[in-house]
């Protein structure tokens, strides 16, 4: 049972950058109370002062600003669901599940928001699906229906979350173990909280969860508290799907480094610029020299001494200074953000052609991401029709326009595109649904499908 707990050699290797990856993503608190795992100690330095300068660490946190830029930007339209078939019990769920797809009151949309959102930080993201354990197994599909033993539901984890896998001749995931932990109490009167731990096993069929409880006093065996065959066991698929990013479209993998020199140049500044602040009494004399110098203090000079301050002249504050702007704008180029490392920072003027072009460029950036969210959701959302055996066809679009500008232009392209008078009705079908779900994309699923319905059957009449 032990072996339920070893962890995958790549999954060791990577824990450091990934914790790394977070607290540079997160920042404040999180990040200064670590702040020695990321600020450099100088050869030799006196532990006094770098215990000093770890008081008074400080953080700008560009790349969590710009990951979030790119979230918000994405998911500025939200994804649209599109499904048909005649299947009503099976549009019902769907319609249900987009506004609660993981029995938290969660939205597909804003799942999703979160799975990309942390691809970005540490390159994938992971989404389980599961359905609600029943005591008696149904015997039709109205009972299943009746007792919410179809109604599937998903659960995020993190890259630190999965920690040993393996995978079958085809690259799909042959098994994998999960781990979570949290505090827990028995009940409000317990004197201690105690650390659980559980270990989810699931293969192709069957899945396990094991719980280890720990407390200050001592650490309980790994005992199996569950088993049983999971929701997508027909289909011989291990029921967890990875969100995961290109290496080259990976922002914090790509900025990270930039972002911690960034950190230790700008404290070593700060710190400069502060004992800048407080000068120095040079005393020029050949005598021996063994006054207190004070501000309750007076010193005595003889006739050929000289007494003066250190001043640091600034040469290199100005040099430190033009490295710091030059690495913020590195930071923003490697994340395809080239509008804002042109920025005022650097000097340099830009046109509005120029600007338009590099925004053209995260553009593109962004529709990749868009592509991932749109598959990894058609993926997920697919095996659970399939699993529940619903005759429907779906399929996601949207996430592919960031601009939002004036909606009537996009009434005018498609009046255009219609006025070619091209015999195809479905062409016109598809034209009318996605101007609808653009102008009221922020409705229900629910009221989307009404929509698409009586389009349907609207050019069915004609």
């Known amino acids: 049972m032990q072996e339920i707990m070893l962890e995958h050699p790549d999954y060791a290797a990577r824990k450091t950058m990934l914790r790394r990856y977070r607290a540079l993503y997160v920042g404040g608190e999180q990040l200064r109370q670590n702040a020695s795992e990321y600020l450099t100690r100088r050869q030799k330095e006196p532990l006094d002062v770098y215990h000093e300068r770890l008081d008074k660490v400080y953080y700008e946190n560009y790349v969590g600003s710009i990951i979030d830029w790119y979230v918000a930007t994405l998911f500025r339209r939200e994804p649209l669901l599109l499904v048909e078939g005649d299947d009503q019990r099976g549009k019902a769920f769907v319609n249900g599940f987009a506004d609660n797809c993981d029995r938290k009151g969660t939205t597909v949309t804003d799942f999703f928001r979160k799975q990309i959102l942390e691809a970005l930080i540490v390159g994938s993201s992971y989404v389980l699906v599961d359905f609600p354990r029943s005591t008696h197994s149904p015997g039709n599909r109205a009972e299943e229906e009746e007792t919410g033993a179809s109604r599937a539901y998903l659960v995020d984890y993190t890259a630190e979350q999965l920690i040993n896998w393996h995978y079958d001749e085809f690259g799909a995931y042959e098994w994998v173990v ?20 559980r270990y989810f096993y699931y293969d192709k069929t069957k899945f396990e969860v094991y719980r280890q409880r ?18 997508l066991a027909r289909q011989q698929r291990v029921p967890l799907f990875e969100l995961k990013i290109p290496e080259g479209l990976w922002l914090m993998n790509k900025a990270g480094l930039l972002q911690l020199e960034h950190f230790n140049k700008s404290n070593a500044l700060g710190w400069a610029l502060t004992m800048g602040l407080f000068a120095t009494p040079v005393v020029y004399s050949e ?18 001494d000289r007494f003066g301050w250190t001043e640091p002249e600034g040469t290199v504050y100005q040099i430190a200074a033009n490295n710091l702007n030059r690495l913020q704008e590195e930071i923003y180029r490697v994340c395809y953000l080239l509008s804002q490392a042109g920025g005022p920072l650097s000097g340099n003027a830009q046109s509005g052609l120029s600007k338009q072009r590099d925004f053209a460029i995260t553009q593109e950036v962004l529709r990749a991401y ?18 529940r055996q619903d005759r429907l066809c779906l399929d996601v679009s ?19 595109l219609l006025g070619l008078e091209m015999n195809s009705e479905t062409l016109r079908k598809q034209v009318y649904k996605k101007l609808a779900f653009k102008y009221l994309c922020d409705v229900r699923q629910e009221v989307k499908d009404q929509i698409s319905c009586e389009i349907d059957k609207g050019m069915e009449r004609k």
């Not at 005598?287 to 050929?304: D, H």
């Open 178 to 197: 999960l781990k979570s932990t949290y505090l827990t109490k028995d009940s409000v009167r317990e004197a201690q909280w105690q650390r659980e731990t």
């Open 370 to 387: 868009g592509d991932v969210v749109k598959d990894s959701i058609k993926r997920v959302l697919r095996a659970i029709l399939e699993a």
């Open 398 to 416: 949207g996430m592919d326009e960031f601009d939002i500008g004036d909606f009537s232009g996009e009434i005018a392209d498609a009046e255009r």
């Open 214 to 231: 720990s407390s200050a006093a001592n650490d309980a065996a790994v005992e199996l508290i569950d088993s049983g065959q999971h929701g």
């Open 287 to 304: 005598r021996e020299w063994n006054q207190i110098i004070g501000e309750s203090y007076y010193i005595q000079l003889g006739p050929q």
